[in-house]
């Protein structure tokens, strides 16, 4: 029997409680960005292809549960216990805008011309917030049938999807009428649901399933029942050739897409998984976990550089290294740098 290589992840330490949610923005002029949301109620925002630490957003007072940048990294939005929605400069780390809610928000997404923000939770509710105007009158959505989990946008900002804490299915929303056009049945709660890079497919996560729609006809394309209950998914992005799927037996773990078959096996992680995202360009995936830790695999072989790279980065433990060209050039002197790096733990 073969043995598998041994992937060595970058480690990103910083959040004091577990993280619940990522999110990669695309590649845009100063590279791409990775944001997590954490129940320690302050989300961080760091360079995507090394994990460094650029800047934590604070003013929620609640857990976290849900995190998003903008096309262009520009803005940040985040959902949290503390019934709020907050907008963020992503350069500065300033709040823009905070939407106060009924109830503890779980879920939110900029659409793809960042104009609106979606946001869903615990009270049923599907808002929609115009940034341009943000004290205008919000948009409510046709009451979702249960308490709110996940929520993107789709065909040009044209129709909505959620998925529920409390009952099985994904539902899409024509944005125009408000109401559900289409429901993709599962089984169990979609705990995690996400659009392809290319608009093609939606993968999904219901219990010990990941499953992939056909995000045009709405159809079943594939599903593969997995080695244990996984919380989240994703697709590469490149090439749709692999994706990803972590859970509650703390590994994260690499399927081939057409077969099913499991190619890698990650371990690391010393709680459940919660969150697995690929970067924009299919060349790493990371992986949020239970244990408070993010930590970030490459998808091929590691060379030799990478390899020190990765060691190098488990050794600086809280202690993450940001030139100061690409701070400045990134953030303009994020003002909450040096109170963020007080917060990084030993």
């Given amino acids: 029997m073969d043995k598998k290589k041994i992937a060595v992840p970058l480690v990103c330490h910083g959040h004091s409680r577990p993280v619940v949610d990522l999110f990669y923005s695309p590649v ?113 959505v046709d009451k979702s049938p249960g308490s709110v989990r996940t929520v993107s946008w789709m065909h040009s900002d044209q129709t909505l999807l959620s998925s529920c804490t409390d009952m099985g299915g994904v539902r899409l929303w024509d944005v125009r009428s408000g109401k559900i056009v289409q429901t993709l049945e599962t089984k169990s709660p979609v705990t995690s649901a996400e659009v392809s890079q290319d608009g093609r497919y939606i993968t999904t996560a219901d219990g010990a399933t990941v499953k992939f729609w056909d995000a045009d006809h709405f159809g079943l394309v594939k599903s593969y029942n997995m080695p244990c209950t996984v919380e989240s998914a994703s697709l590469e992005p490149k090439y749709g050739n692999k994706f990803i799927a972590g859970g509650e037996d703390m590994w994260v773990r690499v399927f081939d897409f057409h077969t099913g078959d499991e190619t890698a096996c990650n371990k690391g992680h010393h709680g459940p998984v919660h969150c697995v995202r690929f970067s924009p360009g299919g060349e790493s995936y990371a992986s949020g976990s239970e244990d408070g830790t993010i930590r970030i695999w490459q998808t091929g072989p590691l060379t030799d ?27 303009g002197g994020f003002h909450i740098a040096e109170e963020g790096k007080t917060k990084e733990k030993e």
């Avoid at 302050?42 to 849900?66: Q, Y």
């Avoid at 905070?98 to 793809?112: D, T």
């Avoid at 790279?309 to 690409?326: Q, T």
């Fill in 305 to 331: 550089h990478e390899e020190t790279k990765s060691h190098a980065a488990n050794g600086s433990v809280g202690k993450v290294k940001v030139s100061v060209e690409e701070v400045s050039r990134k953030i």
């Fill in 28 to 140: 845009t002029l100063d590279g791409f960005f990775l944001i997590s949301a954490s129940k320690d109620s302050s989300p961080m925002l760091r360079n995507g292809e090394t994990g460094d630490w650029i800047g934590t957003f604070e003013g929620h007072k609640g857990a976290v549960w849900s995190v998003c940048l903008d096309t262009n990294a520009l803005r940040a939005a985040s959902g949290s216990a503390d019934f709020t929605a907050k907008v963020w400069n992503a350069l500065t780390g300033d709040i823009l805008h905070s939407f106060e809610h009924k109830h503890i928000v779980r879920a939110c997404a900029f659409s793809e011309d960042t104009r609106l923000l979606l946001t869903g939770g615990i009270e049923k509710v599907l808002r929609i917030y115009d940034l341009n105007h943000p004290e205008a009158p919000l948009r409510e």
